[in-house]
């Protein structure tokens, strides 16, 4: 199946008079006729569902459908982006462990990090999306269990280098961990570029109309967590789960994933409702017609921003001249996402200004949906700071998030127009 059709069937082959739907198993727990049948089932024995925080089959249908448009061999859905990136990194690094991760991610990803999984005990060292060889292999450390970046950062919009990334973290017998949720499958499959790992808002693109808060992760299958030596935690007996060594069980197509199933959804409980994997199958459907649209109307939007007067510059990867023009022509030659950001001639204020003006572009701390909608970081996100650590932060006081919905380009740009003329 191509791409197109993996979003409308991929993950779900019904049978004879079964629903053409997915169905949604509304079921917290499920019935056995033997405790032995059930024992088997939490052995990881025989595979099979017993209760809802652990697996559902509304679930695992819609993480099989994503599974099948990165090219992985196994994935689970997550309560959340957030819930995915925390499990993505915590199934592999665990309290005196290291990772190298990006400097441009998600705000909430690297609070998640720099902060939390801190306080947790795994240590971070940041780097550039832009940082050479030598810079990346110089923040490697003999803890260090995996490298960590985003296709294209929100709300950054550089672009990462995923085949460098990728070299790195091999020389260094580590996985790489790619959060693919602005660019979606549709646009770049991390995979084939060496990643290892990759994660997604599910909230963004995937879901679409703004419905359902979600998160994926999927596995390549391609990372040998034993020949690496450094993951006892997969290659080892786990005596918290009746001893399995998930390496030898279920080999490196399964081993990540059935431990971040059978251990931390066990314990966080971090799942999706299958209420919202129903509505994040259904914007699957969709996805590669949509990001078709969104990546139209943001070029339209970018070319027509360049151009106006009150618009001191723009930042779009698919734009010519920008500067991750090149990585994004070579990892997402069908256009890369939706979302635009630029700023105004008048600084804070004009940008205010700017924003009051705005009919179809709602203000929303959301991207990546549908219906447009625009954010003005440093009087929403980000108001608690001044100008110079706005600078530091890489928000200037100008700055305007633009994320395309799949409206009429025109309608767009006109609404662009009649609110950037009022900033005069
Ligand atoms: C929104 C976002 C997240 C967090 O996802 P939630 O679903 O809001 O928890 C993580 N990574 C990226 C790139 C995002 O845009």
């Known amino acids: 199946m191509r791409i197109e059709t993996k979003c409308v069937q991929g993950g779900y082959n019904p049978g004879n008079g079964e629903p053409r739907q997915i169905p949604i198993v509304q079921s917290t727990t499920f019935k056995y006729s033997t405790s032995e049948d059930m024992g088997k089932l939490f052995d990881l024995e025989a595979s099979g569902y017993f209760y809802s925080r652990l697996q559902n089959p509304t679930c695992d249908t819609v993480a099989a459908r994503i599974c099948a448009l990165e090219g992985g061999t196994a994935a689970m859905l997550t309560s ?50 832009d940082a050479t060889e030598d810079e990346l292999r110089a923040a490697f450390k003999p803890n260090t269990k995996a490298l960590f970046g985003e296709t294209i950062a929100n709300p950054a919009l550089t672009v990462l280098d995923i085949e460098r990334f990728a070299k790195i973290a091999h020389e260094n017998n580590v996985p790489l961990i790619i959060d693919n949720t602005f660019a979606t499958p549709i646009n770049c499959r991390p995979f084939e570029w060496g990643a290892d790992i990759v994660t997604h808002s599910t909230t963004k693109y995937m879901d679409g109309h703004g419905s359902a808060v979600g998160g994926c992760i ?39 994933i059935t431990k971040a199933t059978a251990q931390l959804m066990r314990d966080f ?66 256009g890369t996402c939706g979302v635009v950001s630029f700023g105004v001639k008048g600084g804070r204020a004009a940008a205010e200004k700017f924003m009051k003006n705005m009919k179809l572009g709602a203000i929303e701390t959301h991207v990546a949906d549908a219906r447009t909608c625009c954010l003005h970081p440093a009087s929403a996100t980000h108001r608690q700071m001044n100008d110079a650590e706005l600078v530091a932060a890489g928000v200037s006081p100008d700055l305007i998030r633009y994320s395309c919905g799949i409206e009429s380009a025109e309608d767009l740009i006109d609404d662009l127009r009649q609110a950037l003329d009022t900033i005069n």
Request: hydrophobic share 35%; with cysteine.
């Open 269 to 334: 409980g971090c799942t999706q409702s299958p209420q919202s994997a129903f509505l994040l199958g259904l914007g699957l459907e969709s996805l590669h017609v949509r990001m078709e649209r969104h990546c139209q109307n943001a070029m339209a939007v970018a070319q027509f921003l360049s151009s106006h007067p009150n618009v001191t510059w723009v930042r779009y990867p698919s734009l010519k001249g920008d500067k991750y023009y090149d990585l994004a022509e070579k990892y997402m030659p069908k």
């Open 80 to 129: 959340s982006g957030q819930a995915a990136n925390f499990f993505a990194v915590f199934n592999i690094a665990s309290n005196g462990d290291h990772v190298v991760a990006s400097s441009a991610i998600y705000g909430g990803t690297y609070n998640l990090f720099a902060v939390t999984m801190k306080r947790m005990g795994v240590d971070f060292t940041f780097v550039s999306p």
């Open 218 to 256: 999927v596995d390549s299958g391609k990372f040998d967590w034993k020949a690496a030596g450094k993951f006892d935690c997969l290659c080892t007996p786990d005596e918290s789960y009746h001893g399995v060594n998930y390496y030898e069980r279920f080999g490196m197509e399964g081993a990540y």
